[in-house]
């Protein structure tokens, strides 16, 4: 599979580009990309515009719904990959390759998706195995100015695995996002920067 990393918000939020941000001495989307190419042969970054993050090079690929979320970026990946993605964000440091590949092993041949549930059974989109099979209902939704990734599960064949699935390999981190200035700042803290 296909790692794709979103990278294609605009950190209205944070204020700021915070993929650029430090943590542990490295920039987040340079962290992201690190931790998941030690793992995965393939990993490409989902980008708004065509010229975001250049050094990322042939990695890159635009957007072909502009201003349309990670809906879009899940799009341009699966269309660049031609086989299944594992779909994670740049801005969830804690994201895990381990935990990825054990949902991949966990997802069933008929699923079209595979995505964590929490304790309450919510799904958490942007961090799951979408196949190639979901690439029209996600296209069908993106042209109807749809870009829920939510009515994407909606209307796909899901495997939902809750955090007990992955053993060993749950930590309460792993699908910690960084949205705000708070949120950065705490996790500094935690991890005494």
């Known amino acids: 599979m296909t790692i794709v990393i979103l990278a294609g918000g605009k950190s209205r939020r944070m204020g700021r580009d915070k993929l650029r941000l430090p943590l542990e001495g490295e920039a987040l989307l340079e962290r992201a990309l690190r931790r998941w190419t030690e793992v995965f042969p393939r990993v490409l970054v989902s ?37 299944p993605v594992f ?30 549930t ?13 196949k190639p099979a979901c690439l029209p209902a996600v296209q069908a939704l993106l042209e109807a100015g749809r870009r829920s990734m939510m009515a994407l599960l909606d209307r796909s064949r899901v495997e939902s695995l809750r955090p007990r699935d992955l053993g ?14 708070g949120d950065y700042e705490k996790l500094r803290l935690e991890l005494g920067e």
């Open 168 to 181: 060993e390999l749950w930590d309460d981190r792993l699908l910690l996002n960084l949205n705000e200035p």
């Open 118 to 130: 929490d304790s309450e059974g919510r799904w958490e989109p942007l961090f799951g195995l979408y």
């Open 87 to 116: 779909l994670t964000a740049a801005d969830m440091p804690f994201s895990s390759p381990q935990a990825a590949l054990r949902m991949a092993e966990l997802c069933p041949e008929e699923a079209e998706a595979c995505v964590l």
């Open 47 to 83: 980008v708004a515009e065509p010229d975001r993050y250049p050094w990322l090079g042939d990695r890159r690929v635009p957007d072909l719904h502009p201003g349309q979320g990670p809906m879009a970026g899940l799009e341009a990946g699966l269309l660049q990959a031609g086989e």
